[in-house]
């Protein structure tokens, strides 16, 4: 036999011998799935599930999809459902295993309390009306954790873990969706805030997110994304009223309500919570006008939620990154200093004409600081007089480029506020007069060039940034 032929019947043994253990493989997997599926009491399937009837005692809880798919509940109350609940139940459910197997020699269910259970479900599939699992569930065992349970039309009783019951001896409320309201955050184009009788309102330009209401100044998408996002993560702890009228409004604060927050969103929907009367154990009522009723939550998300201009402005007044930035140039009453990067993006210092090293630390936390700085309060003036602020000539400024020369935005910097602590500043592209605190002034925006420089002799620390 030639060489060739042999690696021919070679290769034809391999794939024999791995299509025989992928087969064998996949057997044993099947084996083990069907072992699986056997020790399960329920057979059914979690996502083929269109609806659930509870019983505890006598009172039915009872929820199913809707057309769409999304769990709603239809009694004790009409409401949605509480999706995530309802479908970890159903799994935890599908996941019970039998511990024991017990034919009765009777039809006396009571040794088991099968004959007049305090629980039992049923459960739908595939929009039938008939339950594909209708089932008992008896005593428990202290000792050992354990229920009995047993399958209408099915002779065995399961002796399983007590887990089940636990999943099924549910409350109403845990079934119901917790959420007071949901807005869809990108579609929002404007937000309205009413607080101890003080309003505020945002809109989403072309350019970004601005304050229009009680004055003109600059907001942020974050602003906006971060107050609907609390507004979103509000959870219902009670469900008060379900059909209300004026004086469960009036007797619940809703009337003239602490809190109103309201956006608008595509196609002018409008999405509002309103929240009223606090309570003695730290919980508020409130209403939306995305849910019939009165709820109560924890008063907590009150204290998240803006209380002032300022919370909803942009703070920053130079909000400039400062990997952006390749020349910086500092100007006040003790000289001119430029920052500017070599082809090796090193920083270098030049003072009338002349370049020098640099100090990296003071550099880099000027930098930050210049970035960073937060307003503490807007002047507000809707047609300022820059000269009574010191910003016209300015005391001071910083101003950055970008790789290209692009000028990247300018920080002027006025006099102190009446007060003697707080300093007068403005960007100079928004025309925002703010407060800001004078150490940051002082303390690195009012520095000499020399205080940037690195003070090495013969010129060492040039040199190492050159190689």
């Known amino acids: 036999m030639s060489k060739l032929s042999k690696a021919v019947l070679l290769l034809v043994i391999l794939c024999i011998l791995s299509v025989v253990y992928y087969y064998d493989t996949i057997k044993k997997k099947l084996i083990e799935r069907e072992r699986e599926e056997s020790e399960y009491v329920f057979n059914f399937n979690p996502e083929k599930v269109t609806a659930l009837e509870l019983n505890n005692n006598g009172k039915i809880t009872y929820v199913k999809k809707d057309k769409n798919g999304i769990w709603q509940m239809v009694k004790p109350y009409e409401d949605s459902g509480d999706s995530e609940v309802i479908e970890r139940m159903l ?3 599908r996941e019970i295993k039998s511990f024991k197997e017990i034919s009765p020699a009777t039809d006396d269910l009571s040794p088991y309390g099968l004959d007049n259970p305090t629980a039992s479900f049923k459960i739908y599939e595939n929009g039938s009306d008939e339950p594909t699992i209708s089932a008992r569930i008896g005593l428990d065992s202290i000792v050992t954790s354990a229920v009995y349970v047993k399958i209408e039309d099915d002779p065995v009783i399961h002796y399983v873990t007590n887990r089940l019951k636990t999943a099924v001896k549910r409350r109403p409320y845990e079934l119901r969706n917790k959420k007071l309201i949901t807005i869809p955050p990108r579609d929002i184009n404007e937000i309205e805030i ?7 309102v945002l809109k989403k330009t072309q350019s970004g997110w601005r304050m ?3 004055h ?5 998408e974050a602003i906006a994304l971060h107050n609907i996002s609390l507004v979103n993560s509000i959870v219902i702890k009670r469900f008060v009223r379900d059909v209300i009228d004026e004086e469960d409004l009036k007797k619940c604060g809703l009337l003239h309500p602490l809190f109103v927050f309201k956006a608008v969103g595509a196609k002018n929907k409008v999405y509002e919570i309103k929240l009223g009367k606090i309570t003695g154990d730290r919980g508020m009522y409130l209403i939306s ?6 709820y109560y939550c924890e008063r907590d998300i009150l204290d998240q939620l803006p209380d002032e201009e300022i919370d909803l402005r942009q703070r920053r007044i130079f909000p400039v990154y400062i990997h952006d930035m390749a020349k910086a140039v500092l100007k006040n009453k003790r000289g001119e200093i430029t920052f500017a ?3 090796k993006r090193l920083w270098w210092g030049y003072v009338n004409g002349k370049k020098y090293p640099l100090n990296p630390f003071n550099v880099q936390r000027l930098f930050a600081v210049a970035t960073g700085v937060n307003a503490e309060k807007f002047v507000n003036d809707p047609a300022p007089d820059l000269s009574k602020y010191g910003l016209n000539p300015p005391q ?3 101003t950055a480029y970008d790789r290209d020369g692009n000028k990247l935005g300018s920080f002027l910097i006025g006099k102190l506020n009446k007060a003697g602590i707080k300093a007068y500043c403005m960007n100079e592209e928004y025309k925002e007069i703010a407060i800001i605190d004078m150490v940051f002034v002082r303390d690195w925006l009012g520095r000499e060039p ?3 420089i690195s003070k090495t002799e013969n010129g060492e620390k040039n040199e190492r940034q050159k190689k």
Not at 194 to 200: D, E, L
Not at 289 to 294: A, K, S
């Open 194 to 200: 009413h607080r101890n009788s003080k309003k505020f």
């Open 341 to 343: 990067t070599d082809e």
């Open 396 to 398: 001071g400024s910083f």
């Open 212 to 214: 229009t209401y009680p």
């Open 91 to 93: 799994k935890r459910i």
């Open 216 to 220: 003109q100044g600059l907001s942020t």
């Open 289 to 294: 006008n995305m849910r019939d009723g009165i």
């Open 450 to 452: 020399d205080f940037f």
